[in-house]
């Protein structure tokens, strides 16, 4: 089985793969995910009327520092030279929810997916925290990478 696990050595034991002989080239990941709240707290995070401050910039922020950090978080993630790290959000009256989207670009020897996950993640529960005092019944969900770019495989994409 050992042969198949890329992160686990002859002994079985855990290790981080050895990139070096891949070469580097341009690549990119998105992730989504959202978080469903009360339709009144939707409100209050439009309007800008949370007593913690502003929800999307801090989470925004949030996320962008998480991707950073991200080799720090998960123990065989190689560390990368971002170039980019894009975190958005839409309000969804009818869900009622905020989706979150991260966008992670770099050139490496490796892709940025965990990257992307990693912002959506964390800025998904800075909003959560942010808003618990109001609401505690949110529910985060539907993380996901949903495109890549670059690397061996090339582009792949989810609908």
Do not use: W
């Amino acid at each position: 089985m050992t042969d198949r696990l890329s992160h686990v050595d002859e002994a079985g034991k855990a290790r981080m793969v050895d990139v070096s002989e891949k070469p580097d080239t341009a690549r990119m990941a998105r992730a989504r995910g959202s978080i469903r709240m009360r339709p009144e707290t939707l409100s209050a995070i439009r309007a800008n009327q949370i007593k913690k401050g502003d929800v999307l910039g801090v989470a925004r922020l949030a996320g962008i520092m998480a991707a950073k950090r991200t080799a720090d978080l998960i123990p065989l993630c190689h560390p990368l030279p971002l170039h980019d790290i894009q975190v958005s959000f839409e309000l969804d009256e009818s869900a009622p929810s905020v989706h979150a989207e991260a966008v992670a670009r770099t050139v490496a020897k490796t892709g940025v997916e965990m990257e992307a996950l990693t912002a959506v993640t964390i800025a998904l529960l800075t909003i959560y925290d942010m808003v618990k005092g109001i609401d505690r019944e949110m529910t985060v969900y539907d993380i996901s990478l949903v495109e890549k770019m670059g690397g061996r495989l090339g582009h792949s994409s989810r609908g």
